[in-house]
């Protein structure tokens, strides 16, 4: 790279920044040249080609050193030798926290794990929430990526990129304001994601201005005229296109041809003050027919990004009789709503801090709060788009506080929005004085009343209704909650009555002294394990009592059971064919992790004071005795035996686990389906409910194997049931 390769930024910088640290920036520069040094972009550029174009990019916004730096450092620690302790004892904490914000830690486009892409996620929303710049910085390397995209060769990742920059950069900086950051994105990212859309829409887009190259400057003629006669001191008259993905979008949305949209020319009157935008919009609603519903007032009502301007639809004079957008704000209305937060960065100081508006975001601390409530990384992603994508509603509180929802929002979204505590505690909700149901659409305008109640808790169903991201999440948070404390409650039961019938003492003290060998951290997470089926009580009671294990290895038990009779029926009367290879009148139980059935291979467990359980002999609960073979049996099923059996038919449970839309006859279908296969459910579990898909593990009575596999084959041909399998531990 020539010695001049700093110079272009610099000089740029510094002509908004006189008084900026030149210095600075040439050593980021050299240190960034050098570190890079022979590697190359997809291009075949030199890799430094890379870094320089963002910080070209972030200068056009007149960015501080600071980032202009960060631009140029950004994957020296990710692709190179330098370290942050390098760059902080070069550069300063200021630009150290900066560059450690931006660095990838995970290549995001050389990711193919949605796990890891979440994660890398995560650690962008940390970042940005201490400094907004983290993200500018990040928005714009995303840029520039996807302004070379062309040139990765493998389809696979730059389908991969161009569906992460739409999903996630693209809203990123809508939410900040980046209008045209934002557009450009999106455009090269539906450009690679849907080429023949893209080509087919900008072909009738150059149609279209060749058939009327004038109707642009004529129409924005007209409007500096109507404006001008009703007293505006008009700045600027724009007239544009709107982008291909918007108008792919529109047509999507309104499921409409091309043909039938009405607004795909947009005009943007700029005047000098708020009162005048008022003014101009008298002026042009004087002139034309307005669109009925085409009126927007973001001025009155900003945005969540500060963007302001009037919106409204028009219908131009005969003989054109063509429908328009017209925007009208003021110069700064006009940077903020491109530049968006950039805007506030009007460089004044070479290290002068951004102002405080432009550090705390509302949208970044739901963020943060989805972050705390969710669960998993996967989860956090989807809760997070979720809270990006905003099409808004604008409600308020009975107070008049104004609250900004995403179209679609319901009362408990709106309770969310208000405080985390009032969305726990909702038990109702008046919209504009009426009491309606918490499903209710809101509207723009809806007066929300919340109604709440000590002591009450979130529903499982408000999931289905929700759409915030910071709702769902907390509303997950609480289920996953509740259920824990469920399945801790149903694990120590079963540990008391495990050391009830061995006359043993089970106290919190005496479990505590087993954690370290089972691999529990605590007594909840031990309490879990056991109600969730994952740790037998008796194992707990063995590592509580080493000696009874050692008493269950003594060889007095070896001659009982030599002594076992050719075939032992087991007492209850619901536990199906006779079991051969016992000693008779031996307890026989059938394991609840496998649900082992007529046909399937199965081995006998011998344990003290309950006879002998039966697993299958694929069942992975087995490990847990392999250091005790001694415990073993050779079983079989006696199929003979059954045969003679004058009470008929006897079943056994079979344990089912299936996929399935998340549809409200899902349920019944499945049940039906059993039915006719001569099957009854005897107990049904939902264990994963996501907004499309649900996961149920199903307990159904059989006679065998055979039979499974029948019921199996039955709920495969359901519609809605996406996959079946039989569940093994």
């Not at 990838?104 to 996620?121: G, M, P, V």
């Not at 149920?696 to 039979?707: Q, S």
């Amino acid at each position: 790279m020539p010695e001049g390769g700093s110079g272009l930024i610099t000089a740029r910088v510094q002509g908004y920044a006189p008084g900026c640290n030149v210095a600075l920036i040439d050593e980021a520069f050299a240190l960034a040249a050098q570190a890079h040094g022979a590697q190359t972009r997809d291009n075949g550029d030199p890799y430094i080609t890379h870094p320089v174009a963002v910080a070209e990019i972030l200068a056009g916004y007149h960015l501080d050193v600071a980032s202009i730096c960060t631009a140029l450092l950004h994957d020296t620690v990710e692709d190179t030798q330098v370290t942050m302790r390098e760059i902080e004892a070069r550069f300063g904490p200021a630009i150290a926290g900066l560059v450690d914000g931006v660095t990838k830690l995970n290549k995001l486009e050389l990711q193919s794990d949605r796990t890891k892409q979440a994660e890398n996620f995560r650690k962008l929303v940390l970042a940005m929430s201490r400094d907004i710049r983290v993200l500018l910085v990040k928005l714009a390397d995303r840029l520039h990526n996807m302004r070379t995209l062309g040139f990765v060769q493998k389809r696979e990742r730059r389908q991969r990129i161009a569906h992460e920059t739409m999903d996630i950069y693209a809203p990123l900086a809508a939410r900040i304001g980046m209008d045209a950051l934002k557009t450009e994105l999106q455009n090269r990212a539906f450009a690679e994601l849907e080429p023949e859309a893209h080509g087919t829409i900008q072909a009738r887009l150059n149609y279209l201005r060749g058939q009327g190259a004038d109707v642009i400057e004529e129409v924005r003629r007209e409007l500096r005229q109507v404006c001008q006669d009703g007293g505006v001191g008009v700045l600027e008259v724009s007239g544009r296109e709107k982008s291909a993905f918007s108008i792919w979008q529109k047509m999507q949305m309104r499921n409409v041809a091309f043909e039938q949209l009405s607004d795909i020319m947009a005009f943007r009157v700029v005047v000098p003050t708020r009162e005048q935008c008022y003014m101009a919009l008298g002026a042009v609603h004087n002139a034309f027919p307005v669109i009925a519903g085409r009126f927007k007032d973001y001025i009155s009502t900003p945005k969540t990004n500060g963007y302001q301007s009037l919106h409204t639809g028009v219908t131009l004079r005969h003989p054109r009789n063509q429908k328009i957008e017209v925007q009208i704000r003021t110069r700064e209305m006009h940077d903020i709503a491109d530049n968006g937060v950039a805007a506030h960065w009007n460089y004044k100081e070479p290290d002068s801090e951004p102002p405080s508006e432009a550090k705390n975001f509302g949208w970044v601390k739901d963020l943060l709060e989805i972050l705390d409530n969710s669960a998993a990384p996967d989860e956090f992603l989807e809760n997070t788009k979720l809270e990006l994508y905003q099409d808004q509603v604008f409600c308020f509180t009975p107070k008049g506080q104004l609250i900004q929802l995403p179209r679609g929002a319901t009362p408990i979204d709106f309770a969310y929005a208000v405080h985390s505590q009032v969305g726990d505690t909702t038990v109702g909700a008046k919209i504009n004085g009426r009491l309606m149901p918490l499903r209710t659409e809101l509207a723009n305008g809806d007066q929300v009343e919340i109604m709440t109640a000590r002591g009450g808790t979130p529903s499982p169903s408000w999931e289905r209704w929700v759409v915030t991201g910071k709702a769902r999440a907390r509303i997950r948070r609480y289920v996953a909650a509740q259920q824990r404390a469920h399945t801790i409650e149903q694990g120590r039961t079963a540990l008391a009555r495990a050391f009830r019938q061995e006359g043993l003492d089970g106290s919190e003290k005496v479990l505590e002294t087993a954690l370290k060998s089972l691999k529990c951290a605590t007594l909840a997470d031990m309490y879990v394990a056991v109600g969730s089926g994952n740790l037998g009580p008796r194992d707990v009671v063995h590592a509580a009592y080493p000696e009874l294990l050692e008493a269950a290895r003594a060889p007095r038990m070896m001659p009982a059971l030599l002594a076992r009779s050719p075939t032992a029926k087991p007492p209850s009367r619901d536990s199906g064919l006779a079991i051969t290879g016992l000693v008779s009148g031996m307890a026989v139980h059938y394991a609840g992790c496998c649900h082992a059935l007529p046909g399937d291979p199965i081995v006998g467990i011998v344990t003290t004071g309950k006879g002998v359980t039966i697993h299958t002999k694929g069942c992975s609960t087995l490990e847990t005795f392999a250091a005790t073979p001694e415990r073993f049996i050779d079983v079989d099923w006696d199929y003979a035996a059954s045969a003679e059996a004058p009470n008929g038919k006897k079943t056994h449970t079979g344990r089912i686990s299936v996929i399935a839309v998340n549809e409200p006859a899902t349920l019944g279908n499945l049940t039906n389906a059993v039915a006719r296969q001569d099957g009854g459910v005897t107990n049904l579990k939902i264990v994963n409910r996501q907004q499309d898909f649900i996961e149920i593990l199903v307990d159904v009575e059989v006679r065998d194997l055979r039979h499974l596999s029948m019921v199996i084959a039955g709920l495969r041909a359901v519609s809605g049931l996406t996959q079946v399998e039989r569940d093994h531990a």
